[in-house]
């Protein structure tokens, strides 16, 4: 901006009319905030003084202004007008007028967060002794000294480690107006010593903590003072975290004897007493150890502090009637304003709380002593605490949980055993709660039943049938809000799961008709929810093929319906169409044979899920599911599910090809189990061929994936050779690849794959069988050692009898210097032995003094016994001496186009231990030779 728009800018701003004012102070902050906005001195000087004389505007949105523009500004001038400007601010604060100081105090903590690290010295160098002398001086407002405080606290936030030799000054301040008169002082300064105490040392830390226990030792002092440094101590501890664990043997006695001594209408010191012993226990566990028990008891104590409310009701609730349930919450309805009560026994449940999570070894000593009287204490008739017991009580579910993991429940010391034997209580207290009016009682029942279930999955099976009519009032009640429904929702999908289906046979209909009624309500997470539910119900109904005694074909179509309506509605929310695909699935494959009708109808709207991209995922998973079920015949949608599965083959998605493809071993898997003699030939050989386009050793996963979906296509009733011929060609790229970087990792899934190829026949197979016995003459380990597993899997499965010299390799393999090969070796004599009924032309027999003379016995298909062979000395290379040029060369150049003998002579000749980039080269070559014959 040119000055001379600045200028003009600045003269508006000094203007009489306020309009023109508020005018301009808005185009200067537009203009601070722009990062080419740059000053020189004088503008720097002119700007500083008219944004402070801003500051004092009658009229307070200009003034609001102003404080905005400080904040740009700070970061734009130089640390002699920032210095300035701080002063400034400062004597407005401490000197200035009344109707003044609230924007100073505002524009003083703006500067205070805007300034830049690197003037941040030179500030608090002037800014505070300033602070310090306001939060002293006698002659100081109380408004002043509150200012001066909360300055104060900003600054030892940010800047605490940058004040240390100012640290013990303010500090001495500070405690000396814990004795302050004014309790919005006492307040302030106790939120500044917090803040303040993260920094200090470790002596300044001690002296602070000395003091306040040495103020709370003055019984003289008013209650007021003691409830402040009482707040003192809590919030120094939650500062400063397990440094005040060498300050507890002070200070816990003094706060338990406060909260035993103090008098009856001392409802607020018991609180703070509590709330400091809670933050001893999460802050500094190790150090509190001693005070564990004294703490619990002190808990159990004030949990139930309710001197102006005596509770005689009967216990037992099974008789009452309803006239009763109308005394009982009328009972509860007694409120007292002045009644503060409530506040100690929600610190109690708090500080139980935290003893709970912060010590796991107590929890059998929990449950011994604390636990029945929580339940006892789901009465509570404040609803604020009676939130905190519950969530005190999640806390030691979740504790047990966390400690008994892995563990069982036999033990009678052990936290689940005691958790088992309240179980009766709980429930008869919580369906108490679940019949009163408050929703937020009743989300915070079943919160507490959740969690139960979470601990102990079948607890509930003997209280099913109480539980009920709880849950159909929460879903059926007008009054509830949706976070009640969900909670009961979440609830009963949790009990569905956790416990046996002849449990809730007795209550289908009553559990039935409200998830129905949900599945249509307006809130989508509801909605959503209540279709999980239905999942759950579907198994609980028809948990099995076998018959169980109970007749669930009258829930079969309600069902159905209810989710077929959700299924068919594409104006929704995405959760709920993707819990009603997955819903439908689970209904289809369970229910299948008594919706033979609805079928034609349903399925095709699934197929056209798997075409949208949002619920395509789902879609395929719930059709994995319908694949295993022999319930239903996917014959009148088979030729689109194999022509979307087959597409999402080709997909980039990762996610997507392992649930097409196998999911755990899903969908085209499955349905080429079920459907294999109805899915023609023409769909294989598309299948395979995506299949083979995906072998790569750039993706290791996904080849495995894709191999093992092959070899179970190999091995079906369908296949043809032509499916073969596709296959073999991803498969050789793979091979072919190996054969040149041994080193891949995924043999393990290849050679399976491969051998079933090799078995099925296939005219092309002999050509990648003689290339692996010329693999195996080389004398390269990794390359031997590949060749060796490929000559060993295709002979488990093919009669290689005709194939002359096999032996004579194999056999010389005991000579060879690599245990890997020796290893390979004795596992296929291993394979051999399992397989004693395929036609195998080799397997190899130990004597028990295999060694120097070890032999190998020939077992040809007309089982005949060749006589054992010479040992010949090895040479180094894994071949006798006296070998001569290994007869698989021959049968490769007679049994390969021409085009490829030359390239195989040359990679011969070229040496078995080159291990140079050309022969890496010639290899290449001859595969890529290979893959074209092929």
């Known amino acids: 901006m040119a000055n001379s728009q600045l200028s003009g800018i600045i003269e508006k701003m000094t203007g009489k009319d306020k309009d023109y004012r508020y005018m301009a102070t808005s185009d200067l902050l537009n203009e601070l905030n722009k990062d080419s906005f740059k000053l020189d001195s004088d503008l720097e000087m002119r700007l500083s003084s008219i944004i402070l004389q801003q500051l004092d505007d009658v009229a307070g949105d200009v003034s609001g202004l102003a404080v905005k523009c400080l904040a740009p500004l700070v970061k734009k001038v130089g640390e002699e007008r920032v210095v300035e400007m701080t002063n400034k601010l400062c004597d407005k604060l401490l000197h200035g007028k009344d109707q003044h100081r609230d924007t100073a105090s505002i524009a003083l903590r703006t500067v205070v967060a805007q300034v830049a690290p690197s003037l941040a010295p030179s500030i608090l160098v002037t800014l505070t002794p300033q602070m310090i002398g306001g939060i002293s001086g006698q002659e100081m407002s109380p408004g002043i000294k509150c200012e001066c405080l909360e300055i104060m606290c900003d600054v030892v936030q940010k800047y605490g480690s940058l004040m240390a030799d100012d640290h013990e000054k303010l500090l001495n301040t500070l405690l000396l107006q814990l004795d302050c008169n004014q309790a919005t002082v006492r307040k302030k300064t106790v939120t500044c010593i917090a803040s303040l105490a993260s920094s200090l040392s470790d002596d300044l830390l001690a002296k602070a903590t000395v003091q306040v226990v040495k103020n709370l030792s003055n019984k003289n002092a008013k209650s007021e003072i003691t409830r402040t440094n009482i707040q003192m101590i809590g919030a120094i501890s939650r500062a400063v975290g397990y440094r005040?664990?060498?300050?507890?043997?002070?200070?816990?006695p003094v706060l338990i004897n406060y909260c035993t001594s103090a008098s009856e209408n001392e409802e607020e010191l018991r609180e703070y007493s509590l709330q400091a012993l809670e933050s001893f226990l999460l802050r500094c566990p190790r150090d509190i150890s001693p005070y564990c028990d004294e703490i619990l008891n002190l808990t159990l104590e004030y949990i139930s502090y309710d001197p102006n409310f005596t509770d005689e009701m009967d216990e037992d609730t099974d008789n009452e009637t309803p006239e009763d349930e109308e005394d009982d919450e009328s009972a509860n309805e007694y409120t007292d304003d002045e009644d503060a009560s409530w506040k100690v026994r929600r610190a109690a449940a708090k500080c139980l709380a935290g003893l709970i999570v912060s010590r796991s070894e107590m929890i059998s000593k929990v449950y011994q002593e604390a636990c029945p009287k929580l339940i006892d204490r789901f009465k509570e008739r404040e609803e604020n605490v009676k939130m905190d017991v519950f969530n005190t009580?999640?806390?030691l579910l979740r504790q047990t949980g966390n400690v008994t993991k892995g563990q069982t429940d036999t033990d009678e010391s052990s936290p689940k055993w005691l958790l088992k034997q309240e179980v009766s209580k709980i429930v008869k207290s919580i369906n108490r709660q679940l019949r009163e009016k408050s929703v937020k009682t009743k989300v915070g029942a079943f919160s507490v039943l959740r969690e139960l279930v979470v601990v102990l999955p079948d607890c509930l099976a003997d209280h099913i049938g109480s539980l009920v009519p709880g849950i159909e009032r929460a879903l059926n009640d007008k009054s509830s809000t949706s976070n009640l429904k969900i909670e009961a929702l979440v609830f009963t999908k949790l009990v569905l799961a956790s416990h046996a289906p002849p449990v809730f046979h007795p209550y289908i209909k009553a559990l039935s008709s409200p998830v129905l009624a949900a599945v249509g309500e307006r809130y989508y997470k509801v909605t959503a929810e209540a279709l999980r539910v239905c999942g759950e119900l579907v198994r609980v109904v028809r948990p099995s093929t076998q018959s169980m005694g109970f007749d669930f074909k009258p829930f079969v179509h309600p069902i159905y319906n209810a989710i077929m309506s959700r299924l068919t509605n594409q104006d929704q929310d995405q959760e709920v169409k993707e819990c009603a695909i997955t819903c439908m699935g689970l209904v289809i494959s369970i229910f299948g044979d008594e919706l033979r009708k609805e079928l034609p109808s349903c399925l095709p709207v699934?197929?056209?899920?798997?075409?949208?991209?949002?619920?395509?995922?789902?879609?395929?998973?719930?059709?994995?599911?319908?694949?295993?079920s022999p319930h239903i015949d996917l014959s009148c949608v088979l030729v689109n599910l194999i022509a979307e599965l087959t597409g999402f083959l080709r997909k980039i998605s990762c996610l997507l090809f392992i649930t097409s493809g196998k999911y755990p071993e899903y969908n085209i898997w499955y349905l080429h189990g079920a459907y294999g003699d109805k899915i023609g030939s023409d769909a294989y050989e598309v299948i395979v061929v995506e299949?083979?386009?995906?072998?790569?050793?750039?993706?290791?996963?996904?080849?495995?994936?894709?191999?093992?979906?092959?070899c179970t296509l190999?091995?079906?009733?369908?296949?043809?050779?032509?499916?073969?011929?596709?296959?073999?060609?991803g498969f050789l790229k793979l091979w072919c690849i190996m054969q040149i970087r041994v080193s891949t990792p995924c043999w393990t899934h290849y050679f399976p794959a491969l051998s079933l190829l090799l078995s099925l026949r296939c005219p092309k197979a002999s050509i990648v069988f003689n290339c692996t016995v010329w693999r195996f003459s080389l004398s390269r380990q990794a390359k031997q050692h590949l060749a060796l597993l490929s000559l060993g899997e295709i002979g488990r499965r093919k009669d290689l009898s005709a194939h002359a010299g096999i032996e004579t390799i194999v056999i010389e393999s005991f000579q060879s210097p690599f245990e890997e090969i020796k290893k390979d070796i004795r596992r296929m004599e291993v394979a051999s032995k399992e397989d004693q009924d395929m036609p195998l032309p080799i397997s190899t027999a130990y004597d028990n003094s295999y060694g120097a003379h070890g032999h190998m016995i020939h077992h040809h298909p007309a089982n005949s016994t060749a006589p054992k062979p010479p040992i010949v000395p090895s040479n180094g290379n894994g071949l006798g001496k006296n070998h001569d040029p290994p007869p698989p060369l021959h049968m490769i150049k007679s049994s390969l186009p021409q085009q490829m003998v030359m390239p195989l002579g040359v990679a011969t000749a070229a040496g078995s231990n080159s291990e140079s980039e050309d022969h890496m080269e010639e290899d290449g070559q001859t595969m890529e030779n290979l893959l074209k014959a092929v």
Do not use: P
Request: glycine letters at 6%; aromatic letters at 4%.
């Open 244 to 252: 005040f664990g060498t300050h507890l043997g002070n200070t816990v």
């Open 393 to 395: 009580f999640i806390d």
């Open 606 to 628: 699934l197929v056209d899920r798997m075409g949208n991209e949002i619920t395509r995922l789902t879609a395929v998973k719930a059709f994995a599911v319908i694949a295993t």
């Open 691 to 710: 299949l083979s386009s995906l072998i790569s050793v750039s993706d290791l996963h996904m080849t495995a994936l894709a191999l093992e979906l092959c």
């Open 714 to 729: 190999m091995t079906g009733k369908s296949c043809s050779e032509n499916i073969s011929l596709a296959a073999l060609q």
